[in-house]
């Protein structure tokens, strides 16, 4: 039973647009959401997290949604850059252990 | 140390061989996790400890593995008799305190069963 879902498994964007990556989830649960970064031969790197009483939570170029009701979570970053390109995850948090879905390679071309 | 550290970094064995793998948290983290990653697909978590106290193992396969946080020693995860399908990338992870704060994850450790 996955309880965090990442449908795309590739997602390409032109540099500058913006990059918008999706994630569903299941168990109700979940207190916090949080979004990684991962590039080949490295360990998840941590990008921005939010709240599960939130809807919104912004840093820089990096802005997640919430939507409680649909259980889904959106990772938008705006505008893309080259460097952007890697996997990204996106996790929920309940009980002091974090749960990962499959990952959604992200390639921003130049 | 300001980042996380596992060794190896990569570690091949025999199937029914032994695997160690070593964790070594941030300064001042308390809690540690490690998962398993098979197939760059998903994060499969296996235990986790507060300080050298396991916190949550139902992650576990209680046969082969066993971990351990000793103060003063790296976090180790043991596979004894290890199995093809062991083969994975072993994450180790570290927090302040639980993991809605930010986890800091480890470079990884590719094991590869022959």
């Known amino acids: 039973d996955q309880q965090v879902k990442q449908n795309s498994p590739s997602l390409s964007v032109q540099e500058g647009r913006i990059s918008i990556l999706n994630c569903d989830y299941t168990?109700?649960?979940?207190?916090?959401f949080l979004w990684y970064k991962k590039y080949p031969a490295e360990g998840p790197t941590f990008l921005i997290s939010?709240?599960?009483?939130?809807d919104k939570n912004e840093d820089g170029r990096f802005t997640v949604f919430l939507n409680k009701s649909a259980k889904h979570l959106s990772l938008h970053i705006v505008p893309s850059q080259p460097g952007d390109s890697a996997v990204y995850f996106c996790?929920?948090?309940?009980?002091?252990?974090?749960?990962f879905g499959g990952g959604t390679r992200l390639m921003v071309k130049p | 140390g300001e980042e996380v550290a596992q060794t190896p970094k990569h570690l091949v064995r025999g199937e029914g061989q032994k695997a160690k793998l070593y964790c070594a948290p941030i300064?001042?983290?308390?809690?540690v996790f490690w998962y398993q990653q098979v197939l760059k697909n998903e994060f499969k978590f296996l235990i986790s400890f507060q300080n050298e106290n396991v916190f949550d193992e139902t992650g576990m396969p209680k046969e082969r593995f066993s971990a351990k946080c000793l103060p003063n020693s790296p976090c180790s995860l043991e596979i004894q008799a290890t199995k093809l399908e062991d083969s994975a990338v072993y994450f180790c992870?570290?927090?302040?305190?639980?993991?809605?704060?930010?986890?800091?994850f480890g470079q990884g450790t590719r094991l590869t069963v022959v």
């Open positions: 939010i709240s599960s009483i939130k």
């Open positions: 168990n109700s649960m979940f207190d916090y």
């Open positions: 300064k001042g983290h308390s809690y």
């Open positions: 996790a929920g948090s309940a009980g002091n252990m974090l749960t």
């Open positions: 992870a570290s927090t302040r305190g639980g993991i809605t704060t930010e986890a800091f």
